[in-house]
Every structure is written in C-alpha cells, then in structure tokens.
C-alpha cells in the first residue's frame, strides 16, 4: 500500500494541465490528439458561427429569469459548488427556484423532476449531482433531461417557479438567458488552451466573450494552513480580462459521517483514511484532506462520474480494512456508493470575497448600488 502524493497529477492533469510549457517531443508524441481537436474545433466554431450569426436562434421563456452556470474546461473547475452556492443564496432571498441539468451519466432518457422533500429517484435515472442537489437544496426543484428548453417551460408554467439555474449550460445555446457565469479556477486557467480530446476546452478562449460574468476561484480556503496551490502567477485568460468578476474561495466546512451526522472539519484530524474518488481532478480532492489533517495512506482514484462496481468497492473495503484505514470520498461520489458501503463524506462550501454586488445583480436580486 503506497501512500499518495496529493500534488501527484493523474496522467490526464499532465496532458491537460501540464506545470511548465510542453516540449517539442511531448507536442510531437501529441500530434495525432492535436488534429483530432482541430476537427472538433471546427465544428464547435461552426456551430457557434450560425448562433453569433443568428441562423439558428435560442428560445426565450419570458417570466423567467435564466441564469446559465457553465464552464470552458471539462470537468474540475468547481461548478457544483458554485450552483448550490447560488440556489442555496436564491431560496434565502425568498426565490422560487429551479435547477435545469441535464444529468450527465444517467441511464434513463425520460424527463424526471422533483425536491429533495420527495423520494428520489435512483443515480442510474437521474445521475449523481441532480440527486447531490437534491439532497443539499431540498427546496429546490430539479429538472432532469436533455430538453431543457422543456424543462423552462415546465419550471414556469406547471411549478410557477421564477428563476431557474441553468447547470453546465454554457454551451447549451438553445436556451436564452439573462445572465452566463463562467466558473474558472485560477490555479489551472484554461489549462494548455488545447480543445479536446488534446486539451480540457470544450470551446476556444474567445467564447468566454459570451459571458456575462466570471465567477473565480481562488486556491485556498480561509484559514487553512496548506501552502497555496497558486502562489505561482494567476493563469486567469486574458479573453476575461474586461468581465465583472466574483472572487471566492472554497473549502471543507464539515464531514458527513456514515449515519449521515454532520460534524466539524476538525473530527477526522490525526486520523488515517483511505481516500475514495471519481473525479476530473482528484489531486484536489486530496488536498482537502490534508488540510483537514487527516493522513492520506491509501487511495482509489477513478475517472470522473465513475459508477463503482462490486468487485472495486469489496476491493477498498478490504484495503480499508487491512490497513485500519476509514474511507473518505466526496458528496458528490458518495450519491454513487450503495445503501451500506461505508464512508465519510467532505462537504465543501464557499466563500465569496469579492464581487458579492456582481453577483446579486446577475441573480436579480434587491441591494445593488444605483449606478450599476
């Protein structure tokens, strides 16, 4: 049993996200992923060529304020958080609020919708963040399905709702919407600026034109005692350079212990755990737990919205239980585990430190400044 490294990048993080500019035989070893990103680069700029151009037009559901919380990078740059940050901040202010997603993973291909006041449906019909937003925004209604200018529709005219969050929806064009907040994580930027599959964007630098707002993350959490990840220059893209921006920061605010008890930050400290995750990029995943001073002596690591087998979790729980090691994961990758399987969940929160009239005025919501 080895002992991961949390700054240890997974071998995609390396391609995607690489410390210091690539050399030519690493570009030439890539060559082969790099025409396959022109291709798909065309066709996405086409696409958004007859939008811009206005050949094709997004439908707008008035009465309903749209707000689209998306990103560039596929995977990892915090864009849960950020919705449930603002449903949560949505429902506070007295908003009647939904979420429109899409739920990537799922394996049914009928519409759901319903609160985390009702039972809910399985990870396999609904995937795992609707059902994790579910559970954290109980007052907030989902919309599960690939139709999501349906979903509006339902949103406003069956549940009378009057803002909905429109999740991962930047590239979802179909849609009209009043505001587009682009999630960026100021430690990796838009990483080597490749499209996929040679890089992490799923549309060139210059979209983030389209966008209304920039929420940033930052690489640290208040208080905490880990070193920052980017204490190296910000890899912000200039493309961004004249948006209203949100600054926040986010961090471990409690764990979820395997009964579903939430405790502080601190109730694992000193303790030896085996870390669980399917994640775009773990490395940050286990950061969090060092700065929560729990020893990281064990870990496994899956790809993103990775569904566990039998045989992978029986394979942990003997780890675990070899090593006398508690299994740790992530809320998100704990709506994926089975009625049974043990396992401490982190639950994260943000802080935002700038921005906060930004915010409220992209969220239409009362208290901003005249003048704005």
């Known amino acids: 049993m080895s002992t991961p ?89 007295g908003r009647k609020v939904g979420i429109l997603t899409r739920g990537y993973g799922r394996r049914s291909q009928e519409p759901l919708t319903f609160t985390g006041q009702e039972p809910l449906p399985s990870v396999e019909e609904a995937g795992d963040e609707p059902l994790l937003l579910a559970r954290r925004c109980p007052s907030v209604r989902l919309f599960v399905g690939a139709d999501r200018v349906s979903s509006a529709y339902r949103a406003r005219d069956e549940f009378g709702l009057d803002t909905v969050l429109l999740d991962d929806g930047f590239q979802h064009r179909r849609l009209a919407r009043d505001e587009d907040l682009i ?8 990483g080597n600026g490749h499209m996929l599959p040679r890089g992490p964007l799923r549309e060139p630098a210059s979209s983030l034109r389209r966008a209304t707002l920039l929420w940033v993350r930052t690489s640290t959490w208040a208080g905490s005692d880990v070193p920052a990840l980017a204490a190296t220059p910000s890899r912000l893209p200039a493309e961004g350079a004249g948006l209203p921006r949100v600054l926040t920061r986010y961090g471990p605010t409690a764990w979820v212990d395997p009964s ?76 994926r585990l089975p009625p049974g399987f043990e396992a401490w969940r982190v639950r994260l929160g943000v802080e935002v430190l700038e921005g906060e009239v930004w915010l409220r005025k992209a969220l239409g919501l009362a208290g901003v400044p005249h003048g704005l």
């Open 5 to 93: 490294a949390p700054e240890a990048p997974t071998a995609i993080e390396r391609v995607f996200y690489p410390p210091m500019p690539e050399r030519w035989g690493w570009r030439a070893l890539l060559s082969p992923l790099t025409v396959v990103s022109w291709a798909y680069a065309s066709a996405v700029r086409l696409r958004g060529a007859l939008y811009d151009w206005g050949m094709l037009q997004p439908e707008r559901v008035e009465g309903l304020r749209i707000v689209s919380v998306g990103n560039l990078n596929v995977g990892g740059t915090g864009k849960t958080p950020a919705v449930l940050h603002l449903a949560d901040l949505l429902v506070r202010e």
């Open 183 to 190: 999630v960026l994580d100021e430690a990796v930027g838009l």
């Open 260 to 335: 579903g008890g939430v405790l502080p930050p601190e109730a694992l400290k000193g303790q030896r755990v085996l870390a669980l995750a399917g994640l775009a990029r773990p490395g940050g995943f286990l950061k969090t737990l060092t700065s929560l001073g729990v020893e990281v002596e064990d870990a496994a690591l899956f790809a993103d919205h990775h569904r566990f087998t039998q045989e992978e979790l029986r394979d942990v729980a003997a780890r675990a239980a070899q090593g006398g090691l508690r299994v740790v994961t992530t809320e998100k990758d704990a709506v």
